[in-house]
């Protein structure tokens, strides 16, 4: 269910980002679906691929859609449960996101440019940096209810009354982020810019063309349709008819993919010395809810 919601989203979702941009700046802009008819020119045309290249490069594309696919098997949805739940899946999960990242590394390394080796030089060290905040929000959403599988979590999870409220900010805060920095967004690089010195994503696409530049973008809108997910777990309660939560799911969607146009409208591109110093950052917020939680099991019941 949650793979066929993110399959969804993702059709809106570049097109909502595009489109909030344009009115942000006070331009026509491109229609909502124009990413996808963009996508759809791709596939009609062929790849070019360089002859220093090995298997490695004409893999990673469709390692990284694979494992983004997998990892939507494991989301829940508010008042579903997922193909596959266990104790410990969001781990899973977040390594299934890895490993499909982990081959778009080498599938960039592997064209022999010093020029993609640095963007990703770049986009490991954003991911590695990114990765304790993820395992420490959800480790301390496991410590609050008792449970281990992201279906028990949300289900259990209220956000609602003043503990559950901040918890429940902060983690949409730190999802919101975390997706900004693994779709290779602002602040930490910007989707438009070709200035060698400061290029992290789209460096690492210049040599992919064709089926396999589509399947890279598909990709990416698939991802963002992961993290909406996880907000809207957090956010929505799991009980309520279907059509209800289905629509509120997708109206969750909606403002995250309205809120990233907005904030790529207004905030700047932070400096590339900065940018690991301001993703770490992250850890130290997760530390706040990980501290509270704390207080709130072992402190406040004693009061």
């Known amino acids: 269910m949650a793979l066929l919601f993110c399959i969804?989203?993702?059709?809106f979702f570049p097109g909502i980002i595009l489109r909030t941009k344009s009115i942000a700046s006070g331009r026509k802009g491109p229609g909502i679906l124009q990413p996808w008819k963009n996508v759809a020119v791709l596939v009609q045309k062929g790849?070019?691929?360089?002859?220093v290249t090995s298997f490695i490069f004409r893999l990673?594309?469709?390692?990284?859609?694979?494992t983004i696919l997998c990892a939507a098997l494991l989301l829940p949805l508010p008042g579903f449960e997922p193909l596959l739940t266990f104790p410990g899946d969001f781990v899973l999960m977040a390594y299934l996101l890895a490993l499909g990242k982990f081959l778009f590394i080498l599938g960039a390394l592997d064209t022999g440019s010093s020029?993609?080796?640095m963007?990703?030089?770049?986009?490991?060290l954003y991911s590695m940096l990114a990765e304790p905040a993820?395992?420490?929000?959800f480790g301390s959403l496991a410590l609050l209810t008792g449970h281990q599988s992201m279906t028990d979590i949300f289900d259990t999870f209220r956000f609602a009354g003043p503990q559950g409220i901040i918890i429940g900010f902060i983690a949409v805060y730190l999802l919101i982020q975390i997706a900004m920095i693994e779709n290779s967004r602002?602040?930490?690089?910007?989707p438009k810019t070709h200035l060698e010195l400061t290029m992290v994503h789209e460096v690492m696409i210049l040599d992919y063309s064709g089926f396999d530049l589509a399947i890279i973008q598909t990709a990416t809108a698939l991802k963002f349709g992961i993290y909406g997910t996880l907000i809207a777990n957090i956010i929505l309660p799991a009980t309520g008819t279907f059509i209800w939560l289905i629509l509120l799911s997708l109206v969750i969607q909606g403002l995250f993919a309205s809120l990233i146009g907005f904030l790529e409208s207004f905030r700047a591109r932070k400096k590339l010395a900065k940018n690991p110093q301001f993703i770490f950052t992250l850890s130290s917020i997760a530390m706040v809810a990980f501290i509270l939680i704390l207080l709130i099991i072992f402190i406040i019941p004693g009061q």
Not at 8 to 11: I, L, N, R
Not at 186 to 190: A, I, Q, T
């Open 115 to 117: 020029f993609e080796g």
């Open 134 to 137: 993820f395992f420490i929000l």
């Open 60 to 66: 990673a594309p469709a390692v990284y859609l694979a």
């Open 8 to 11: 969804v989203t993702a059709v």
């Open 119 to 124: 963007g990703a030089n770049r986009e490991a």
């Open 47 to 51: 790849s070019v691929i360089s002859t």
């Open 186 to 190: 602002m602040p930490v690089d910007d």
